[in-house]
Each structure stands twice: as C-alpha cells, then as structure tokens.
C-alpha cells in the first residue's frame, strides 16, 4: 500500500521560496500512470490544487499559482520537492500530496499524506 509523507519548514518569511518534501513509499513515483499532486488547504477555506508530477516527469500547475510554483523529483529517494516562491501571508495553509490517475482539480486522489502545516509570518 503506497503512503506519502510530507515535511516542511512549518515557518517560513514573507517573500521567501517554501520548499517542501514528499516521500514516498511502497511504490516507486516512476510507476506507471501515476499522478503525484500538491493540494493545500487554507484556514477556514477549501482544498486548493496547486500542481502535479506524473510518472514520466510531466508537470502540470494551477494557472493562479503557476508563475510561483515548481515540483521536482528526486527518483532515487523517491521523493517529489515542490517549491513556492515568493510565499505571502495567504499562502499559510496546511499542504499536502496525493496520488491519483489525474493532475487536476477535478481529479479524484487514492492516496493522501497526512498534511504539513506551514506559516507565512515575518
């Protein structure tokens, strides 16, 4: 049963670049058909999906967030990084990645991490 594990800073600066870290495991992220996706969900707000890796290393991003966002692979830790920059006081959320067939909004995710809280705060 594939798990996702995410890790981050917690706090991070006004206009600083947030990078957090998904680990996963029992699957490889190369495995066929997969889509790893980055959600985050505000206080007192709904899910909000920021962007996807997929199994051959496409990318995909929200075009709201698209000019701040990157995700990264590393495959031999199988581990996906995803970056914002430049973060402002509304990107305080708690953020999260899921696995699923799609890389969008309207997709349906299997698989979930836990979530990782993260501050934006001078």
């Known amino acids: 049963q594939v798990q996702l594990q995410e890790s981050g800073p917690g706090l991070v600066k006004p206009s600083q670049t947030l990078s957090l870290t998904c680990t996963v495991s029992?699957?490889?992220?190369?495995?066929?058909?997969?889509?790893y996706n980055w959600i985050r969900q505000p206080p007192g707000k709904g899910l909000e999906w920021i962007g996807y890796?997929?199994?051959?290393?496409?990318?995909g991003y929200s075009p709201s967030l698209q000019s701040r966002t990157s995700i990264s692979w590393d495959t031999s830790k199988n581990q996906f990084t995803p970056q914002l920059r430049s973060v402002r006081p509304e990107d305080t959320a708690i953020y999260y990645c899921?696995?699923?067939?799609?890389?969008?909004?309207?997709?349906?995710?299997?698989?979930w991490g836990v979530g990782t809280q993260v501050t934006v705060s001078s």
């Open positions: 899921a696995r699923g067939y799609g890389g969008s909004e309207s997709d349906f995710f299997q698989s």
């Open positions: 029992g699957d490889s992220i190369t495995t066929n058909n997969y889509y």
């Open positions: 890796k997929n199994w051959s290393g496409r990318t």
